[in-house]
């Protein structure tokens, strides 16, 4: 997979799981609202990651 395709992929990703976090807070769900969080953070962590080694390719 092309790694701009991947890093959109992840943007998505975690875009998607920051909207079901809020609904799982609303409902309550305090461990599995925290285990979202887990992984949007690890997406968007990612992203930075391949980030820095795009532009560090392009250096």
């Given at each position: 997979?092309?790694?701009?395709?991947?890093?959109?992929?992840?943007?998505l990703?975690?875009?998607?799981?920051?909207?079901?976090?809020?609904?799982?807070?609303?409902?309550g769900?305090?461990?599995?609202?925290?285990?979202?969080?887990?992984?949007?953070?690890?997406?968007?962590?990612?992203?930075?990651?391949?980030?820095?080694?795009i532009?560090?390719?392009?250096?």
């Amino acid at each position: 997979m092309h790694p701009d395709v991947k890093v959109e992929d992840l943007r998505l990703a975690s875009a998607m799981l920051k909207q079901i976090r809020k609904k799982t807070s609303a409902a309550g769900e305090d461990l599995l609202s925290y285990l979202i969080d887990i992984a949007s953070a690890e997406a968007d962590e990612r992203v930075r990651a391949m980030q820095s080694e795009i532009k560090g390719r392009l250096s």
